[in-house]
């Protein structure tokens, strides 16, 4: 039965993805999420139903437009399965691995990672952090905070306080490097700083905001060494923000449980 429910929401996080890619597409280019229905870009024609399967249709299809044959963007099909996948761990997470959480904790986890696969995508193909996404973000992330949430709660506090603390703490630091480097840091990174911070909560946003800076100077150096960029290149930050919130919901209290434990 496990095996059949993962599937399942394998399978809606198939769908999920699909969506986050239509949102990917437009928000950047200021055009609504519900109309026009989805069509190809290249020769504007609608795409039936068999054209919108997730993943099938890609591979079906071997990449390209039914009509036109003008070659779909691959990181459709790459949204699609990272999110497939995603639900189905989560699904695990929550469900099977820790039954005590249950579903509403899979929901949660599921907004979040929608939420940052948005972001992170987003930032890298335009190196832009939309207030469309932000700001309506961090209203759901104050929301959600009055929920009491079981896997971070058995070390800290969970609530609005926590919240409100742990987004004014990581906006105010991100907003002195910002104004400190002088350009060197986008605003975008400012305000996804105080999301992560709301959703993340206090004193957890510490390790995260550590956690994404040592992910984003890994990686760039890595890109150096490879010479696949320069250290005069910038190199979108939000990713490894959004990658660390993730780490630091899902496994943050047991690290700051196992760091405190001597203590």
């Not at 699909?18 to 109309?35: G, H, K, Q, W, Y």
């Not at 490097?177 to 105080?194: E, H, N």
Request: hydrophobic residues 60%; contains cysteine; charged residues 15%.
């Amino acid at each position: 039965m496990e095996i059949v429910l993962a599937f399942l929401f394998g399978l809606l996080g198939l769908a999920a993805g699909s969506f986050l890619n239509v949102c990917i597409d437009r928000l950047p280019r200021n055009e609504s999420i519900a109309s026009p229905p989805s069509h190809c870009s290249v020769c504007q024609r609608r795409l039936a139903v068999k054209d919108l399967i997730p993943v099938v249709s890609y591979l079906r299809l071997r990449g390209r437009c039914r009509y036109c044959q003008a070659s779909i963007p691959r990181k459709l099909l790459w949204v699609e399965l990272a999110t497939g996948l995603i639900f189905v761990f989560l699904y695990w997470w929550s469900v099977v691995f820790e039954p005590e959480l249950g579903i509403a904790a899979f929901g949660v986890m599921a907004f979040y990672a929608c939420l940052f696969i948005i972001i992170s995508v987003i930032d890298l193909e335009h190196g832009l952090i939309l207030n469309k996404v932000v700001y309506p973000s961090m209203v759901v992330a104050l929301l959600l905070a009055l929920y009491p949430w079981p896997w971070l709660t058995q070390v800290i506090e969970r609530g609005i306080a926590s919240a409100a603390l742990g987004g004014a703490v990581a906006f105010s630091i991100f907003l002195l490097i910002a104004l400190a480097s002088r350009g060197g840091m986008g605003w975008g990174d400012v305000k996804l700083a105080g999301l992560i911070g709301l959703a993340t909560g206090f004193p957890l946003v510490l390790f995260s905001i550590v956690l994404g800076a040592i992910l984003g100077a890994v990686v760039a150096v890595a890109l150096v060494v490879a010479k696949k960029r320069t250290f005069k290149e910038t190199l979108p930050f939000g990713p490894f923000l959004a990658l660390a919130a993730m780490i630091t919901l899902l496994w943050g209290s047991d690290i700051l449980r196992w760091y405190l434990g001597p203590m």
